[in-house]
């Protein structure tokens, strides 16, 4: 029994056969797909260049056919005062006064008050929207600036404002009158829209939007394009290509590649 048992234990010892650990795929995926991303949109470059060109069509169309055209006119008024003699504590005032005299141009009445001189009929908050006001950093000056598609009535209504402000804030409140510094000239040139930036804004969206659709594409696509893809895809190489007779052609051949045929001379390759 000794025999048989010394005899039987180097069988029991055997071990199973080693398994090959099946092939990694190839750790540099991101590079490739970069690689691969950047000559899809290479390839087609025709199609991100005629989406810019139809972007800019479009924004130009839009800005010369459908945007109403805005003028502004600018008037200013001195809120320290006309007299010839002005005391230090004159423009001490003027300067602490500055943020009232702004409100002045926010008061209904006054936009009433240029509603009737104009002889227009504007809403509160479309006169009000109009208008703006402001005062230049260390400067007792008001700088008023009216918005409106009619140039005409943009530098009326500056003028107008200007003059209703000056009489509003010598009569209510009690304040020496402000004096004209500037009258509004008629504007020649639109300020809105700016058609130039308009274009190259179209055309630069149309070519985002057209590369952004084939980057999507490219990334969704999971079919094998290239031999590349297969061994990235299962860690295995590619030992060659199968040659495949034409049909349409007998005389050609044709190597098929993962199922898609590349026409042309037989070409073997080993990896």
Do not use: C
């Not at 809105?192 to 999507?216: D, E």
């Amino acid at each position: 029994m000794a025999d048989t048992h010394n005899e039987l234990k180097p069988v029991q010892e055997q071990t199973a056969p080693a398994v090959r650990p099946a092939a990694q795929p190839q750790s540099s995926e991101m590079e490739i797909d970069l690689l691969g991303l950047f000559f899809r949109l290479l390839e087609r470059s025709w199609i991100i260049i005629l989406a810019a060109l139809i972007g800019a069509v479009i924004m130009g169309v839009y800005s010369f056919k459908f945007i109403t055209p805005l003028y502004q006119a600018t008037s200013k008024i001195y809120i320290v005062g006309s007299d010839a003699a002005i005391s230090i504590s004159d423009l001490q005032l003027g300067s602490s006064m500055t943020q009232d005299y702004l409100q002045v141009f926010k008061n209904w009445q006054v936009h009433e008050l240029v509603n009737q001189r104009m002889g227009t009929d504007y809403p509160y908050s479309v006169l009000s929207g109009m208008v703006s006001v402001s005062n230049p950093s260390g400067t007792h000056i008001l700088v008023i600036t009216v918005t409106s598609s009619d140039p005409q009535e943009a530098m009326d209504l500056a003028n107008t404002y200007a003059n209703v402000g000056r009489e509003f804030i010598a009569s209510r409140m009690d304040m020496r009158e402000p004096t004209m510094f500037e009258q509004a000239r008629l504007p020649v040139a639109p300020v809105s829209p700016n058609k130039t930036k308009n274009i190259i804004s179209g055309f630069l969206i149309g070519a985002l939007l057209a590369a952004a659709v084939i980057t999507i594409l490219f990334l969704t696509d999971d079919k094998v394009q290239r031999a590349e893809d297969l061994t990235r895809q299962t860690g295995m190489p590619i030992l060659g290509y199968i040659p495949m007779q034409d049909r349409k052609r007998k005389h050609r051949s044709a190597a098929v590649v993962y199922g898609r045929p590349t026409h042309g001379k037989e070409d073997v390759k080993h990896e």
